[in-house]
């Protein structure tokens, strides 16, 4: 924590405009450290001071404003608090200063009351997603399926908000992993990292081997360039021409916190990222397939799939059913495939809007449920209140049938890290 101390100002508040300068001059030396500022008012404070210390200090991070609430028994000139009041004047300054800020989900809250913890965690995350997603790199490995036109995106548009794309021909992918030895340490190493993270009964060696290869040329690309997540190149060229699907190596770095998305879809990878930064826990990317029998509310959502394991049940590895019809069985083994687990979800998509020149996208909150369900791939039942509105807007504004998802309840803060701090145009389904 970062903040005046006692011998630099009364109680180490600060309610002038040297006091402002002063505390502007600490955040600024510890710029790099910080990742949000929380307001704090345990009377009606000085609405100049604090919009003058955010303005002088510059750091442009998320702002939580919270007041302390008076006790009915005093209310006394000596007891008093006011805050009540008085953060309505600071916001009122913070907004004259064009100062983005967060509220607390009551007007008033004790600092040390349990609403006012899950605020203050509801706030780190956003705080993570909105450094997370500034300054971020982004892998895309191989082109785009001519078949998909759905994942274009502006790389320029991301670039304009921060976020650079990566490239590197899926053609320098297998050139380098031909030149690799079977017995390379790093690929030899990724081999073991497989065999750990799911079942591989019934999978040819051979097939394992180029798995961990292509996983170690990616690993190694991506500590090179310094990218954070990844989109890559699938349908059908990494089946027809090198002989595996990738999802097992995507899962895998999707479950370590380092999003991974097929057809190249980059805007959908941000999404994936958003939502991890948010709860801390694996996303995954889904297709809106499916109708669930005649309820209006629920889906099938799938994918071939690369999910990463944290959303199973139970995962095994199997081959690429839809490819196979097309390529052969032998050459599309690699996914992980079972059935996603119960529990809470939150949904987002990010995408980019060439016309307007903004990224625009959605977000919401449902649950993966334990409804039954006979399929291939990676897949799960999901009910969403009033989804029919949400499939709605998807398809009037021409939205992609890609959507992240993870397991938590972080929409609100995804929604308020994109929307109030990074600029998006985004939308919040709500029940």
């Known amino acids: ?243 595996v699907v990738p999802c097992t190596v995507m899962s895998m770095m999707s479950n370590e916190g380092m999003s991974s998305a097929c057809e190249v879809d980059i805007a959908g990878v941000v999404g994936m990222h958003a939502l991890q930064l948010a709860s801390e826990t694996p996303s995954a990317l889904l297709d809106w397939n499916n109708n669930y029998a005649d309820d209006p509310d629920k889906a099938v959502c799938f994918h071939c799939s690369n999910l990463p394991k944290h959303f199973f049940q139970d995962v095994r590895m199997d081959f690429q059913e839809i490819i196979a019809g097309t390529v052969g069985k032998e050459n599309t083994f690699g996914t992980c495939v079972g059935r996603v687990k119960p529990g809470p979800m939150s949904f987002a998509r990010i995408s980019t809007d060439d016309r307007e020149g903004k990224i625009r996208g959605y977000v919401g909150e449902g649950t993966f449920t334990d409804d039954s369900l006979e399929t291939f791939g990676g897949a799960g039942v999901v009910h969403i209140s009033h989804l029919q509105k949400l499939l709605r807007y998807i398809c009037e504004r021409g939205f992609e049938h890609h959507v992240a998802a993870n397991f938590s309840s972080v929409a609100s803060a995804v929604h308020e890290a994109t929307s109030r701090y990074l600029g998006w145009d985004m939308y919040w389904h709500k029940p």
């Open 1 to 243: 924590m970062v903040t005046l101390t006692e011998a630099e100002s009364k109680f180490g508040a600060v309610e002038s405009r040297q006091e402002a300068r002063r505390c502007a001059d600490l955040f600024k030396h510890h710029r790099e450290a910080l990742d949000g500022i929380v307001v704090t008012l345990p009377n009606f404070g000085d609405e100049r001071a604090i919009a003058d210390t955010l303005r002088m200090a510059d750091l442009s991070v998320p702002v939580l404003v919270q007041a302390t609430p008076d006790t009915p028994s005093r209310m006394t000139i000596r007891d008093r608090r006011d805050s009540f009041c008085g953060k309505m004047s600071a916001c009122n300054n913070l907004s004259q200063y064009g100062i983005p800020y967060s509220l607390t989900t009551l007007h008033t809250e004790l600092p040390q009351s349990d609403i006012f913890r899950h605020d203050l965690d509801w706030f780190l995350s956003v705080c993570r997603v909105v450094k997370g997603l500034r300054r971020l790199r982004i892998g895309a490995i191989g082109a785009r399926p001519a078949a998909f036109n759905t994942v274009r995106y502006s790389e320029k548009i991301l670039e304009a908000n921060g976020i650079s794309v990566e490239t590197i021909d899926l053609s320098e992918v297998l050139g380098r992993i031909a030149r690799m030895k079977d017995d390379d340490a790093l690929a030899q190493k990724k081999l073991q990292s497989i065999k750990k993270y799911v079942s591989t009964q019934s999978i040819p060696d051979a097939a394992l081997l180029k798995m961990a290869k292509l996983g170690a040329v990616i690993d190694g690309w991506m500590q090179d360039t310094e990218v954070v997540i990844s989109a890559i190149q699938c349908w059908t060229s990494l089946e027809e021409y090198f002989g």
